[in-house]
């Protein structure tokens, strides 16, 4: 067979067979799948050789490119040991090497670490733990949550509770158990009609309010610290992830800090809680921690909230969660190197200078007829296309235009996936600023190309 026809095999078997997630299969089906077969550095390669920069980091997990050579190491080291065996009853190595130094990097007041294996299965772990503290202290009541508006984090169903987004969100309604719901900080489109900083963060003015009639209902709060990655590159405003620490103290609930999007970097610190100074009480981890190569997640607690589960066997505080690959070394152990890599790479102090490269491109963008909006914290950033920059007139959903932008990008060799009408900004953390550069001068010329001005 030759590589044309093995490549239109593959396709077709594609077609055929697999069902791709957020994806409208119909028209996945009516058009011809780009299949990737390798990957280098910031670069993906498809079936028939072309490559194209990984303007998403391979959704958002990848921070040092692929192959790197240190992480394919660990790997194959750590198979010539054991690839996978349970912390259910055991224990292993890397698990607890990992362990060790994630609380060391975090805050050593978040002195526990529970494995799981996705960004959802961590931000379950959160919510069941949150929910199981106040029963374990025998204070009842505590049966819900409260999240923010255009909050997304992650696809199981209590994770999907807490979401905020209708268009993902809304069909499963009927399942999914209440919660409070608080304003999105989201200063261009502001849900309260107020202007930013005239408003005096009205926002958590109405989270207080919500808080003052409900905490005794409530468990915790949970919360993208800084930016809201799914919900559209919503950035906060300096101050308000801080206000937020204050108001979950000031009642007495527990903060859950989702860092799977903005953990190890992304924003230019380590954690997006340090820019503020906040430490939550349970922290998610998921997408970057491996580098990008293998499926790994940790939830962090404090010891306070630990020990709430301390007791005799009979006393039925024990924490009855867990997965197959919790764990699992070969993730634990790429994880291991992924963490040497940003203290031998100097990654955060080499991000600074590429950050406001970022920046200064999005502010060129910001120029361009139909873009409202560029957001960005550290090296996530999104640029919201408008059809009406004066009334901020989003395009209909139907017309498709963030994909527009995505497909003229994709023939210039620049692979990005939007959010609805924002266009998610998100290379590898060790993109090369040539690299970078060609990104923003594809968008800036894709943009333009798509919208007709
Ligand atoms: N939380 C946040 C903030 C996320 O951005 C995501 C994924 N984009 C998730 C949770 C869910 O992670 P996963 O897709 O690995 O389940």
């Known amino acids: 067979m030759s590589i044309v026809e093995d490549n239109k095999n593959l396709e077709n078997l594609d077609r055929k067979y697999l069902w791709h997630p957020f994806t409208q299969m119909k028209e996945w089906q009516e058009e011809t799948p780009v299949v990737i077969a390798e990957g280098r550095d910031c670069f993906i390669k498809d079936t028939y050789g072309r490559w194209y920069l990984d303007g998403v980091s391979s959704l958002w997990v990848n921070i040092f490119g692929h192959r790197k050579k240190e992480i394919d190491d660990a790997i194959r080291k750590q198979l010539e040991n054991i690839a996978h065996s349970t912390l259910l009853g055991l224990s292993n190595v890397p698990a607890i090497r990992l362990a060790e130094k994630l609380v060391q990097l975090v805050d050593t007041s978040l002195s526990k670490v529970f494995y799981s294996d996705n960004g959802s299965t961590a931000v379950e772990v959160a919510l ?191 924490f009855f969660h867990g997965h197959s690959y919790t764990g699992n070394p070969l993730a634990c152990a790429a994880a291991l190197a992924c963490l040497d890599l940003f203290e031998k790479e100097h990654v955060l102090e080499n991000l600074k200078g590429k950050i406001a490269v970022l920046e200064a491109w999005l502010q060129e963008i910001v120029q361009l007829t139909h873009v409202g909006d560029v957001r960005n914290a550290g090296f996530m950033a999104g640029i919201e296309l408008v059809e009406d920059k004066e009334t901020k007139r989003p395009y209909d959903r139907k017309e498709k235009m963030g994909w527009r932008v995505a497909h003229c990008a994709r023939e210039q060799g620049v692979f990005i996936r939007p959010l609805g009408n924002v266009i998610v900004v998100m290379p590898p953390l060790a993109i090369s600023e040539q690299n970078l550069v060609q990104m923003m001068k594809v968008l800036k010329e894709t943009i333009p190309a798509a919208t007709g001005a």
């Open 128 to 318: 069941k733990m949150a929910f199981q503290y106040w029963k374990n202290k025998g204070i009842d009541g505590r049966n819900t949550f409260i999240s923010l508006r255009n909050a997304y984090h992650g696809d199981t169903l209590g994770a999907v509770s807490v979401g905020g987004i209708d268009i993902f969100h809304k069909t499963f309604e009927p399942l999914l158990f209440k919660t409070y719901k608080a304003p999105s900080p989201y200063c261009y489109r502001c849900e309260l009609g107020k202007t930013y900083p005239r408003c005096k963060f009205a926002c958590l003015g109405e989270m207080d309010r919500i808080l003052c009639d409900h905490a005794g209902e409530i468990a915790g709060l949970i919360i993208e610290p800084l930016i809201q990655a799914a919900g559209g590159m919503i950035t906060s405003p300096s101050g308000y992830l801080k206000g937020v620490r204050e108001l979950c103290s000031k009642y007495n609930i527990l903060m859950i800090a989702d860092e799977v999007a903005t953990g190890f970097g992304r924003t230019g610190k380590m954690f997006a809680c340090e820019h503020e100074d906040v430490i939550p009480d349970i922290m998610c981890l998921s997408k970057g921690i491996t580098g990008g190569y293998m499926p790994l997640a940790a939830t962090l607690a404090t010891d306070e909230l630990s020990s709430a589960f301390l007791g005799e066997f009979g006393d039925m505080k024990t």
